[in-house]
Each structure stands twice: as structure tokens, then as C-alpha cells.
């Protein structure tokens, strides 16, 4: 009489695994080509004024991104089918078998959050420099003294460039007679 225990295991072949787990790639070129026929039926039935758009309109952007999430998607597919598989983990340094680092990922989005409810009343540059201390120590930065700095720095900067240079207007608060 055998037993289950001398049975050797049985080994996986391709033919065994089934052909979707071969191909489950094709769920990606999927998720593609739904997100490029939302962006593009977004783009196309978006309702611009002729008068307040200029040269290139607001509407070309998402069609070139709608269009090449599409391009995309048939390009990874027909890989997909032709037998084309994607590496697995070989060019990430971590050890799957260790849980997630939650407390990094709980600080970061307190610290987003902390952002989204103070830019408002502190400005962008002070939410900003509090946003880019705040990321820096959540992922192990502990410089006390150049962090705050480099912080402030980084968030006047992008200030100035999207406020002044880009024209894109962000709340400056209590800083704003002195920026």
C-alpha cells in the first residue's frame, strides 16, 4: 500500500499552470487600454471656450496620454502573446518573506494630509517646507538641523518657479506680502 507521504510532489510545467497565469500580463495591457478609453473620452468630450484656450488647448494633452496608454497597452499585448514575460523581482533588492514597513507608510500620508489641510490657511510655502521635512524624516532622515533648512529652501523655490515662472498661482498665506 502507498502512502501520500512517498509520493514525490508533482512539478509545475508551463502546461500545468494554465494558459491566463502564463499570460497575466495581458491583465496589465488591459488595465491600459481601459484607462486610455477613459482619458480619451474624458479629453474628447471636455467642454473648452474657444476664447479661453490658446495655441495648443487643454484638451491636447490628454489625448496624446489617452492615445499612448493605448499604444501601450496593444504593444504589451502583442509581447504578451508572442511569449514576452516580464522579469520577476529581479531588479528589486527586497526580501519578500518581511512584512511592510507601515510605519513609514502611515507617516507619509499623515504628512500629505497634515499638507492638504494647511495649505490653505499657512500658504504653500510654509505647508510645503513642512510636506518636504516631514517626507524626509519619514523615510529615515534624522539631520535635524539641514533637513528643516533644505526643506524651506526646496519649497520656496518650487513656489517661485510655479507661482512667478509657470504662472500657476498657489497660496502663498501669511508670506505673501513678503514672497
Given at each position: 500500500?502507498?502512502?501520500?507521504?512517498?509520493?514525490?510532489?508533482?512539478?509545475?510545467?508551463?502546461?500545468?499552470?494554465?494558459?491566463?497565469?502564463?499570460?497575466?500580463?495581458?491583465?496589465?495591457?488591459?488595465?491600459?487600454?481601459?484607462?486610455?478609453?477613459?482619458?480619451?473620452?474624458?479629453a474628447?468630450?471636455?467642454?473648452?471656450?474657444?476664447?479661453?484656450?490658446?495655441?495648443?488647448?487643454?484638451?491636447?494633452?490628454?489625448?496624446?496620454?489617452?492615445?499612448?496608454?493605448?499604444?501601450?497597452?496593444?504593444?504589451?499585448?502583442?509581447?504578451v502573446?508572442?511569449?514576452?514575460?516580464?522579469?520577476?523581482?529581479?531588479?528589486?533588492?527586497?526580501?519578500?518573506?518581511?512584512?511592510?514597513?507601515?510605519?513609514?507608510?502611515?507617516?507619509?500620508?499623515?504628512?500629505f494630509?497634515?499638507?492638504?489641510?494647511?495649505?490653505?490657511?499657512?500658504?504653500?510655502?510654509?505647508?510645503?517646507?513642512?510636506?518636504?521635512?516631514?517626507?524626509?524624516?519619514?523615510?529615515?532622515?534624522?539631520?535635524?538641523?539641514?533637513?528643516?533648512?533644505?526643506?524651506?529652501?526646496l519649497?520656496?523655490?518650487?513656489?517661485?518657479?510655479?507661482?512667478?515662472?509657470?504662472g500657476?498661482?498657489?497660496?502663498?498665506?501669511?508670506?505673501?506680502?513678503?514672497?
Open positions: 500500500m502507498t502512502t501520500q507521504a512517498n509520493t514525490p510532489p508533482k512539478e509545475e510545467t508551463p502546461e500545468s499552470r494554465g494558459w491566463l497565469r502564463d499570460h497575466s500580463e495581458l491583465g496589465v495591457g488591459l488595465m491600459l487600454l481601459v484607462l486610455g478609453i477613459l482619458v480619451l473620452t474624458d474628447l468630450t471636455m467642454d473648452v471656450d474657444i476664447t479661453q484656450r490658446g495655441p495648443v488647448g487643454p484638451k491636447t494633452v490628454p489625448i496624446v496620454v489617452g492615445i499612448g496608454l493605448l499604444v501601450v497597452s496593444v504593444l504589451l499585448s502583442l509581447d502573446l508572442r511569449g514576452g514575460r516580464g522579469e520577476a523581482e529581479g531588479g528589486e533588492d527586497i526580501d519578500l518573506s518581511e512584512p511592510g514597513d507601515w510605519r513609514t507608510v502611515l507617516l507619509l500620508a499623515g504628512v494630509l497634515g499638507n492638504a489641510v494647511l495649505i490653505g490657511p499657512l500658504g504653500f510655502p510654509i505647508s510645503g517646507a513642512l510636506l518636504f521635512w516631514g517626507s524626509a524624516y519619514a523615510l529615515g532622515s534624522r539631520h535635524l538641523q539641514r533637513d528643516p533648512l533644505i526643506a524651506a529652501g519649497s520656496l523655490v518650487t513656489y517661485f518657479i510655479f507661482n512667478n515662472l509657470l500657476v498661482p498657489l497660496p502663498g498665506g501669511p508670506l505673501m506680502g513678503v514672497i
